[in-house]
DNA sequence: TTGAAAGCGCTAACAC
DNA sequence: GTGTTAGCGCTTTCAA
């Protein structure tokens, strides 16, 4: 870390006192125009970067916001990842990664014992997180900000989402309008708020069309590929769905492959269809028709936000709902219907 | 960050000078037996953490390290990522994100602004980064000490690699072994230096079997999907190679697409393979023949390498070779040869 | 082996 | 609208 040119050579330079550099680089008020221009210009001519730590020491800050996440999908957290990086840096905030098991004991020690460590100034969580109550009650005693990306969690708690139920309805109205009316469903954990949003525009979109829901066409997965190809052997032995909604791209992948293990022909046989579009939805056999989410802008709306709640220009008040909906966009591909892809 | 115990405290606590209390918590050396065990006891029980800023404002050191890399496989990425995350959180750093693009203009510049800014203690370097020399020049000239991942680079910059040539090697003599003597070869970009070795490694195995090398059957992909299924599209019309060896999954998988619609079976009529073993590789149908890389064990082993460079533990001597290499693995599955999978 | 003093570069609080 | 002063919590330097 070579630093050099420090706030004193800026202030030297432009011939006035460090405070009212401090002032210009933080974008305080009360600085007349012209001030500002000639503390620009010694900022510009001298190339000169603050201290992070000097700035966290003396403002008490850490110039950090954290992310907490499993590793479920790579494709979706590094698309995440890019988008909050983009907002922090743009803000002169680093991001602090915080790679967790869902499943492991202790997850609320081990998450708080890295905030503290790591002394982050806010917390992005992402799914599964947002779904650990605990661990919300937790950083809220903590005091510590923090925004829940794609999903409500439960409270007050600031959210960047997508409407997933009305996502999932229109999915399977794609499917209806196909002709089909024997349509097995995949859930994912019980435990993801996603899973009970997508289960409830599925059967929201069957309501509607008058089709009754078949229990035995209904069963789990873990969001993953291995769960997605067994729930798919268990939804393709003896009388078998003609159209196969899968809560995710991963579990919707799992299921060409059993079906193809099968010999059962795509789309002709089965339609099959994911959600979240994410690389793999392409890369399969045939395409996957899937659900696009806005990740990337998602990941800036959320770090934005943060920091926002950290600055204590937005305060989350009592009653007042902090909940941002993206736009999604069905992306229809050869796995639902013959296309050339 | 809510900090509150502080240095004081804890040589209040122990009732020792707060300098050998630094001491302890920096591992330094003589401090007595005992006066370790009472300064350890105090921070216990008062559950103290060093302030990060503080620490870098009076070392002079961000106690942070950098990875600048281009998203070409986020599967890579995130594992060598937390590979990364968890030898620098052992040692009380923090790992600093750069997301580019490798074909961007203005790359060098926009790099070491990035390092300036962020000021980072030291940079990790990911493929195809590795191979621009420009930045190694710029980020040596400013005395950042830099540790390639995957790559050899030019000259003496340290590295963490696997054997590349020998692994395409031994993938080529897998097919021999199958009997196949008229293999197509996809070449990732020029650029990246895996290219050339995963290359120079399958000629070698083909030299050794006595097979004369067909250039009509080699061509140039850029790594990704989309690029691995053009390609095949070209090697697959007229009279076609038996087997194909994609330099990497992401192609293979490509290549498994381009089959498929043309009708191709696999690996009956084609047999196809890649390099990586990215989960990509599991999820296509067949699953993909490819060389499995430690790809968390390699972030560790960069990033303590990093950390021992920017504390001198290390030094890169003129003459010395700093490169180390980690094992890699055949996995064989259904794209090469009839299994269960 | 241990400690005292100085100061890293910045922001906060308050003065002018 | 601008400047002064006093630290933030730690490492460094030097002395004991």
Redesign the interface.
Known sequence: ???SVTIDDVAAHAGVSIKTVSRVVNREANVSEKTRNKVMAAIEALNY?P???????AG???Y?IGVVYD?IS??Y???L??GM?ETCHAA?Y????C?VAYAETGLVEHVMAWV??????GVLLTPPLTDCAPLLVALEK???PVVLVSSLGAGQVPAVVIDEVEAARQMTLHLIALGHTEIGFIKGPAAHSASQSRYEGFKAALAGAGIAINGAYVVEGRFD?DSGEIAAQRLLKGKRPTAIFASND?MA??V??AA??LGIAIPEALAVVGFDDT??S?????SLTTIRQPIREMGNHAADLLLQLIAKKVLVEDGSSMVFQHGFELKVRGSSQKTSI
Chains 1, 2 share one sequence.
Not at 51 to 57: I, S, T
Not at 282 to 286: A, I, K, N, S, Y
């Open positions: 870390m070579a630093v970067r201290n992070q730590a000097a700035r966290g020491l008490r800050r850490s950090l590793n790579p494709n957290l590094i698309n990842q890019s990086i002169s680093g991001l602090a990664l790679p503290r460590h790591s002394q982050v100034d903590a005091g510590v590929f991963d992948a799992g060409l492959h193809h293990k690389p793999i392409r890369q399969v056999w045939p």
